[in-house]
């Protein structure tokens, strides 16, 4: 489906919207992926498929959050039949609006345990709080590590928030 997005795998649109959008963990050089501008979908696709899963998967589930972001969004992805075609509920503003209960992992947002927040707002706090240069989130901090790492996975396992 990544290259789908914008009607080709050569489009490029993806990368430049998550380079923009989430600088520390695509649009810069020295992250595992590189600085996705201008990437096309096609090298996009291959660079997700093989990320290494050393166990600390924040950095894929992060990803995975921006993808559905961008798929299910029609105003970018121009992919709304075949997002909709792999169980994507596409809609105009897409799922970055929808809100998730960060439930007892709040500190990683700085906010009480049991606030909801924007889909959004969790990917950009995220991207805040990853250092592209020595690749940690939060510092190294694995208890905010671990609380952001479950947000993102019951974000990306909950699929069509409401």
Do not use: C, H
Not at 12 to 41: E, I, R, Y
Not at 84 to 113: D, L, M, Q, S, W
Request: glycine share 12%.
């Amino acid at each position: 489906m990544i290259d789908s997005f914008n009607g080709a795998s050569k489009a490029t649109a993806l990368g430049n919207w998550l380079a923009l959008n989430f600088s520390n963990l695509f649009g810069n050089a020295s992250d595992p992926v590189g600085n996705l501008a201008g990437k096309t979908n096609a090298q996009i696709a291959a660079l997700y498929a093989n990320l290494p899963n050393n166990g600390d998967t924040n950095y894929i589930q992060a990803f995975a959050v921006a993808l559905g972001i961008y798929a299910d969004t029609s105003s970018l992805s121009g992919t709304s039949r075949l997002a909709a075609e792999y169980g994507f509920k596409v809609t105009i503003a897409g799922f970055a609006t929808a809100t998730y209960n960060v439930g007892n992992n709040g500190a990683a947002f700085g906010v009480p345990n049991g606030t909801s927040l924007s889909v959004w707002t969790i990917l950009t706090t995220v991207n805040t709080n990853y250092n592209p240069a020595t690749r940690l989130f939060y510092g190294g901090s694995s208890t905010l590590s671990s609380d952001a790492n479950n947000v993102l996975i019951g974000i990306n396992q909950t699929g069509g928030i409401s």
